[in-house]
């Protein structure tokens, strides 16, 4: 029986991965840093993880590195739109009964931004922030301070995500399910996600919702 579901919020709830990058491009460019990392690959990680790597490992600069990303975040919040289906999907589980953690590696100022944004704030029973753990994805200490919340098993709860960092996460903390939305970045790597279930988008992962329980919702 399906009791808890843990989702990302970047990329997988709000159409926000793009805002973080460009922020972090950004930031970049103010400082004059060049970085040979890919930014994309790193989105996903707490956001002092990425300063660190952007920075060469240099703490002061990752320090003024990461106050300007989050200062360039902060007039880009306005682009944040939901994914499709996201609200009709979190309304679906909601209606079903089942608790709601979204577990994300962005800061509490830009995660509750973004989710006020989105208007899914009130959708959810709990918010792990970045700022909430000492260790963020892919370690499962997030994973299992929202299993502990919701006071679900592993056994009985499912892990939403778009990369990499939140398959290892939700797999470490043995979730029974883990569903995938693919996106660009993954075409190359899928067999990095064999014990995954790989969608499209969030209508597909809605629409099994619907059939198994016969939810209103539906796109």
Excluded at 38 to 55: C, F, S, V, Y
Excluded at 156 to 176: C, F, N, P, Q, W
Excluded at 188 to 214: G, Q, W
Aim: charged share 20%.
């Amino acid at each position: 029986m399906l009791k808890g579901v843990v989702l990302d919020l970047d990329g997988t709830l709000a159409d926000t991965a793009i805002i973080h990058g460009e922020a972090w491009r950004m930031a970049l460019r103010d400082l004059g840093i060049v970085a040979n990392i890919n930014i994309n690959q790193l989105l996903g990680k707490r956001a002092p993880e990425i300063a660190l790597e952007l920075a060469g490992g240099n703490l002061e600069l990752a320090q003024r590195l990461l106050e300007r990303k989050n200062s360039h975040f902060k007039r880009l919040v306005g682009l944040a739109k939901p994914k499709p289906c996201a609200i009709e999907l979190l309304k679906t589980l909601r209606g079903i009964g089942v608790k709601l953690s979204v577990v994300t590696s962005s800061n509490r100022v830009s995660a509750y931004a973004v989710l006020e944004m989105v208007n899914m704030i009130n959708l959810l029973d709990y918010i792990i922030t970045g700022d909430d753990v000492s260790k963020g994805k892919p370690d499962p200490e997030p994973i299992n301070k929202a299993l502990s919340l919701m006071n679900s098993e592993p056994e009985s709860t499912m892990g939403v995500g778009d990369t990499i960092h939140d398959y290892e996460a939700y797999l470490k903390a043995g979730l029974r399910i883990i569903v995938i939305i693919l996106n660009p970045l993954m075409i190359n790597h899928l067999t990095r996600f064999e014990k995954a279930i790989i969608i499209d988008n969030l209508c597909v992962l809605l629409n099994a919702l619907n059939v198994i329980f016969k939810s209103p919702f539906s796109p």
